[in-house]
């Protein structure tokens, strides 16, 4: 049974910077595709920043040059991050790590097969 588990969600002052986690496991394939998604209060969910299967990174033109999504496989998990640097008030949302091992949706769509929890981010002014 596939798990996405999130972390490195918190509180931080405009400027800031914090750095997503999402250890993924229990894949049947290993050629996955990921993203990260995020919702803030009142709003619908928005992609942040995918990565398919092959290593193709787009991202939502809110963060370019902010945030950096990456990947990788180490202790047999699909490990995604998001490194977000300069973080703004609107930024402050509930992250999602999403993940498909057999269709990989378009970029930043959000069709993916399994979703984590979330995790929080607060940025204040």
């Known amino acids: 049974q596939v798990k996405l588990v999130e972390s490195g969600g918190g509180s931080v002052q405009a400027g800031g910077s914090l750095r997503l986690s999402c250890a993924g496991r229990?894949?049947?394939?290993?050629?996955?595709?990921m993203g990260w998604f995020r919702q803030a209060t009142g709003k619908a969910r928005e992609g942040v920043a995918t990565?398919?299967?092959?290593?193709?990174?787009?991202?939502a033109e809110s963060v370019k040059g902010r945030f950096t999504i990456s990947h990788d496989n180490a202790d047999g998990n699909e490990n995604l991050f998001l490194q977000m640097n300069n973080l703004k008030p609107e930024d402050t949302a509930m992250y999602y790590c999403?993940?498909?091992?057999?269709?990989?949706?378009?970029?930043?769509?959000?069709?993916?097969?399994?979703w984590g929890q979330g995790t929080q981010v607060i940025v204040d002014s």
């Open positions: 990565i398919t299967d092959d290593g193709i990174i787009t991202y």
């Open positions: 229990g894949f049947y394939q290993s050629s996955v595709c």
């Open positions: 999403a993940a498909d091992d057999v269709y990989c949706p378009p970029a930043l769509g959000q069709g993916y097969k399994y």
